[in-house]
């Protein structure tokens, strides 16, 4: 069987962007950052090919 590689570029530019409204949430309003997380989990699970 031959296996596809999947292109994770645009998963790990997510993943990063991400990052950025993480840190950004975070020196705005602590407390919403639960907010973003989703997003970067997911992103990053997408970007090492878990999911």
Known sequence: METAK???GLFWILF???L????FVYKV???YV???LP???TFLA????IM
């Open 34 to 36: 639960s907010m973003v």
């Open 39 to 41: 997003f970067n989990v």
């Open 20 to 23: 950025v409204a993480f840190y």
């Open 6 to 8: 999947k292109s994770t």
């Open 29 to 31: 309003g602590g407390g």
């Open 46 to 49: 997408k970007a090492l090919d």
């Open 16 to 18: 990063l962007v991400s």
